[in-house]
């Protein structure tokens, strides 16, 4: 299958700060999706990009899947934004739609 | 719209003993999908179907069974539960194809004593 690697694996912020996470993926993707999970476990969408740049409030998400990368951008980060961030993807050529996911990455926005 | 919702919440089992976690979506999706999440690792697929009546492996589907009676609800069953099932259940739906965004219901922790 298809290898996911997000980087930085945790990463602790001041609220107000700005963040960039990156997610690798070493083969074609039919789509890639953002997602957060809060610290009640709940797992929220937060972009399908399988291309392109998306922006939604404070967060914004950039995909060039010609060179099998993603990035989220968080701005002015708040406290509510702490949790864990995963990327996930589907192959290219599949029509199954099933998702290899990343480790996550940890976020932690301190007050 | 209740998106997809899961049965229960909770739960907590002894070893050998068995149950059913129940998913349900009310989007009309086409595909759904069983996947399981341990500790400091993202999701893995258990079991996948692409349609009322069909169900399929996915990476880890030893020690699992599913079923997909109704288009709108795909079943997890454990027929004897061990420790190494304590984990946090998730179900996703999805309208399936090419393009294919996935949306989660909230889990389901178990912890296998």
């Known amino acids: 299958g298809i290898q996911v690697e997000q980087s930085p694996p945790d990463l602790i912020l001041q609220e107000g700060a700005n963040s960039t996470l990156r997610c690798n993926f070493s083969d074609s993707v039919n789509n890639l999706q953002w997602f957060h999970q809060n610290p009640w476990g709940q797992l929220i969408n937060l972009f399908y990009i399988p291309s392109g740049t998306k922006q939604n409030g404070r967060l914004s998400a950039t995909t060039v899947a010609t060179e099998r990368y993603s990035l989220l951008y968080i701005s002015s980060s708040q406290t509510t934004d702490s949790g864990v961030y995963f990327c996930?993807?589907?192959?290219?050529?599949?029509?199954?739609?099933?998702?290899?996911f990343g480790r996550g990455t940890q976020l932690t926005v301190w007050p | 719209n209740a998106g997809v919702t899961q049965t229960p919440k909770f739960r907590v089992l002894k070893t050998g003993q068995s149950m059913t976690l129940l998913c349900a979506q009310d989007?009309?999706?086409?595909?759904m999908y069983w996947y399981r999440q341990d500790p400091g690792m993202g999701l893995r697929l258990i079991h996948y179907?692409?349609?009322?009546?069909?169900?399929a492996k996915g990476e880890v589907p030893d020690g699992y069974n599913v079923s997909r009676l109704k288009k709108q609800n795909f079943l997890l069953g454990l027929e004897s539960a061990a420790p190494s099932q304590t984990s946090v259940y998730f179900c996703?739906?999805?309208?399936?194809?090419?393009?294919?965004?996935?949306?989660f219901g909230p889990g389901t922790r178990l912890t296998v004593l």
């Open positions: 996703a739906s999805s309208f399936g194809g090419k393009y294919n965004e996935q949306f």
């Open positions: 989007m009309n999706h086409e595909y």
């Open positions: 179907s692409v349609g009322e009546g069909t169900t």
């Open positions: 996930a993807v589907d192959m290219r050529g599949s029509t199954l739609g099933r998702l290899y």
